[in-house]
């Protein structure tokens, strides 16, 4: 735990309250707006409408990953492992389990779980005083 002296250098560099990343997010989304603005085959109002919401799309993501938990590069790192494994970890035990097998008990065993079993509960006797 850090003292409250110190904590700013422990901070992200933030610049009018975003960080560097959030930033970048924003600056691919608005050359990817002013990009479509450019070679749209559509009219301006379509255009304006889908310009918008790419030069969001980066801002957006950037802005919700830094505020949970989840790491992009992470899952991507572990896609790429999955996908080059070949099904290396496939699931269960594989081909020489062959499940459970089911059988009556012998005389030995029944008798055995007799001697266990739970008397039978008189309902009528726990209402007598």
Not at 94 to 122: F, I, M, Q
């Amino acid at each position: 735990m850090s003292t409250p002296t110190y904590r700013h250098l422990e901070a992200k560099l933030r610049v009018a309250e975003l960080t560097i990343a959030q930033w970048a997010g924003v600056g691919v989304g608005l050359l990817l707006a002013f990009g479509w603005a450019q070679l749209s085959p559509f009219g301006t109002k379509l255009t304006l409408f889908v310009g918008i919401y790419l030069a969001g799309l980066p801002a957006t993501v950037a802005f919700v990953a830094s505020q949970t938990d989840y790491d992009f590069w992470i899952h991507v790192r572990a896609l790429g492992r999955w996908h080059a494994g070949g099904g290396r970890y496939a699931p269960g035990p594989g081909a020489a389990a062959h499940g459970y097998a089911l059988r009556a008990p012998s005389s030995r065993e029944r008798d055995a779980l007799a001697d266990r079993s739970v008397p039978a509960l008189d309902v009528d006797a726990l209402w007598e005083r």
